[in-house]
């Protein structure tokens, strides 16, 4: 740790989000680069010099230090980790009990040419359903999600998506969700429904029992 730097979990969280969007835009431009093949060299050399620094101090399988799972606190989570480099992020917040997440996709989500990749709506869906389960009081993981592609998802453009809660029955939840964007929030781009089941005691501790 640098003399005078502070490793508080908050401080911590603050210099993995740099970090995070510091990776972010070296993917975004990775992508998008015409530069000359002798620059790319040069600068996968560097990346794998800091990526050699990074990776000489690793958790293993454990929670990462910054994480906090009560409260919810993924910062590496793929779809809204803060400190992710494959995250958008998303920004998730419950209004009436309606999980509405924002983002923009970049060019490192392309699947068809200035589109995003059908299964980049599919992570998304997933994340804010279950968020959006989580938020009802009745969390579980994911079983069944039924997809429908009406339209393709814009790069570059802010999207917005939202999720509901339809159905508790037990253990199981039935949630579904939509992809549109800022602009035009009543197109539907894409849409999803999926089921959720809660997990008994004994099927957390054999799934999460050595991490957490």
Known sequence: ???????TQASRREAITELGDALRTLIEHATK????????????ASIRSVAAHLGSQTRGASVPAADDLLR???MYN???GHGSALAPPLHIE???GTAIGR???????????????????AMLLDQILGHAVGASGNPGMTVRLNMAYL???PLRTPLRLTAV???????????TGTIATEADPGTILVSATGTFVALRADQARRLFGRVI
């Open 103 to 121: 983002c923009t996709l970049g060019l490192a989500f392309e699947g068809p040419p200035t589109f995003a990749h059908g299964g980049v709506s």
């Open 1 to 7: 740790m640098l003399v005078g730097v502070d490793d």
């Open 94 to 96: 419950v209004v009436a």
């Open 78 to 80: 793929p779809v809204t």
């Open 33 to 44: 680069t015409e530069a000359p093949a002798a620059d790319l060299l040069r600068a996968a």
């Open 165 to 175: 809660v339809d159905e508790v029955t037990g253990r199981r939840v039935t949630a």
């Open 72 to 74: 919810g606190v993924r």
């Open 151 to 153: 339209a393709p998802v």
